[in-house]
């Protein structure tokens, strides 16, 4: 990407670079000043009351030890919620060790000697520790505090998987993507943000230590109280300049080993209905050849498992028509399904050595859902009903559906509307979310059977905007000339599954909590495949 191109590229999405840095800036402010008045009192109780040393500090430590994504993960099942709430919470309690343990630390590290004069002076034990030992204390709490909140900058990146909003929106989507500039624009502002946070809280604690002022004049003083506080402000402002200097794609190490003697690999993007078909393709192809079928489920979004089978990584995926004609190939959206199933057949063999065999026989395209309460109350039928409240609306949208041009950028070209906000989260989180009021329209698939379960109502695409979706396998043209035989297992599902077949199974899995490997299982089965 040249100069000008990424300079055109930032600016087209500096209101949303703002807003997610404003964003990031709640959380992790919030979330340090939550610990900071949680975690000093703490630290000042377990050192006055010493029996209280081991159990806190132990229960903080064990926490410490989740993994942050398991963390926003356990939190969104315990407080049955998304969004801001549960990531707060957890990057609190990830800021709370350094700062219980730095003001634990602090408060003992006051010399013996110091201690024994206050006492000898008359000094009582409050006097003693607000006069004594926490201005002594106070630079290596400082110090706990600055590493919480430069920690807190990045664990905050990953409360976009359930929600929540900040810069971590740009990487979630980069990585649905594989696109580099949309990782740099989360990840870059994010690392200039912990620098400007570490900066400032080491310049305003050298500020505000006495033996640093002694021989300054009074307004000299209060010049340098005044930049400490004022300089996080204006850092901010003047890191944002590097966002407009070029962005280079990052070249990718993919490795080209060949698959193993009598064994495949089959991979799938990160939800339900690939899973499925993951799960049915495998079986099949274990039950009627001698292959070994290696499983690389839950890769991640299109480009990530596109990446994969062009680089050797895996030897067939499940595709969608639609998606590999505009995320893949970038070509202009068509409305016929069979005219679109042979443009991406013949470009993929071309430019990729990749072979689309037949589709299973359902269409998996996008619509935009509401609640059926809502679309009753307001009338709602189609797509274009939605422009006058659209402003309005919180929209919850997958992070592919969000950046891809057969998703939410293409569609507010062709409708010409926008909605008030974009929440990314997970496509498994989207329809809990819009149930509940979090939300009040999601990209949902036709297929999906949480439509039904869950009330809403699809609305009808009156301006055709999305392309047909039909899926089919997607083998590289290097297996099927190793071993041809994969092509004949798969061939017996070609039509076998249509519209209402796949959101059947599909609810089983989401709706039932069967597992796939169940559901492709008995699937096969009752087709008398197995």
């Known amino acids: 990407m ?50 209280l040393r081991s159990p806190v500090m132990g229960s903080i430590g064990i ?59 008359g000094m009582t034990a409050y006097q003693e520790l607000r006069l004594v030992r926490m201005p002594l204390a106070m630079p290596v709490i400082v110090a706990g505090i600055r590493t919480a909140a430069v920690v807190g900058v990045g664990i905050a990146t990953l409360s976009a998987f359930i929600g929540a909003g900040g810069l971590g929106q740009f990487i979630n989507r980069g990585l649905a993507l594989y696109d580099t500039g949309l990782i740099l624009l989360g990840a870059v502002p994010a690392a200039v943000l912990a620098l400007i946070i570490d900066f400032s809280i080491g310049f305003a604690a050298w500020a505000m230590r006495p033996e640093m002022m002694k021989s300054r004049t009074r307004s000299a003083r209060r010049a340098a109280r005044v930049t400490a506080f004022a300089l996080p402000v204006v850092l901010l402002l003047a890191a944002m300049y590097p966002l407009f200097a070029k962005i280079a794609p990052l070249p990718r190490a993919v490795p080209t080993v060949e698959s193993g003697a009598g064994t495949i690999r089959i991979g799938t993007k990160n939800f339900t209905e690939q899973l499925i078909l993951g799960e049915i393709m495998a079986r099949l192809i274990e039950a009627r ?43 202009p959206s068509s409305n016929d399904p069979k005219e679109v199933y042979r443009t991406v057949a013949r470009a993929y063999g071309e430019r990729f050595r990749l072979k689309w065999l037949k589709p299973f026989g359902f269409n998996n395209t996008y619509v935009i859902a509401v609640r059926e309460s809502d679309a009753e109350a307001n009338g709602w039928r189609k797509v274009s009903d939605l422009r006058e409240a659209a402003p309005r609306l919180r929209a919850g949208f997958t992070a592919e559906f969000a950046e891809r041009p057969d998703g939410y950028p293409g569609f507010r070209e062709k409708y010409q509307f926008r909605f008030g906000r974009i929440v990314d989260m997970d496509p498994s989180l989207m329809y809990g ?98």
């Open 2 to 51: 040249g100069f000008h191109s990424a300079m055109s590229y930032i600016v087209e999405r500096l209101p949303e670079l703002w807003l997610r840095t404003g964003e990031h800036c709640m959380l992790a402010g919030c979330s340090t000043l939550l610990a900071i008045l949680v975690g000093v009192p703490a630290g000042i109780m377990i050192f006055r009351k010493g029996w």
């Open 63 to 121: 926490l410490q030890t989740i993994p942050s994504l398991a963390m926003l993960v356990f939190l969104l099942a315990l407080l049955d919620m998304i969004g801001v709430v549960p990531a707060l919470i957890a990057l609190t309690v990830y800021a709370l060790l350094p700062i219980v343990r730095n003001t634990l630390t602090g408060l003992d590290g006051v010399a013996p000697e110091i201690i024994e004069a206050a006492r000898g002076i």
């Open 289 to 331: 050849t001698d292959l070994i079928v290696k499983r690389v489920f839950n890769m991640g979004g299109t480009m990530m498992c596109h990446g994969a089978l062009v680089g050797q990584e895996i030897d067939l995926y499940a595709e969608y028509t639609g998606t590999a004609l505009t995320a893949i190939l970038k070509e």
């Open 433 to 530: 979310a819009i149930a509940k009021s979090e939300v009040d329209a999601i990209c949902a698939f036709t297929t999906d059977g949480r439509i039904t379960s869950y009330r809403l109502k699809t609305l009808d695409d009156d301006m055709m905007f999305f392309p047909p979706y039909y899926a089919a396998p997607v083998v590289r043209k290097n297996t099927l000339l190793r071993y041809p035989e994969i092509a004949d297992a798969l061939s017996l599902l070609a039509g076998l599954l249509d519209d209402t077949a796949m959101q059947r199974l599909n609810y089983e899995v989401d709706g039932k909590k069967r597992s796939p490997e169940d559901v492709a299982n008995d699937f096969l089965m009752s087709n008398g495949l197995l």
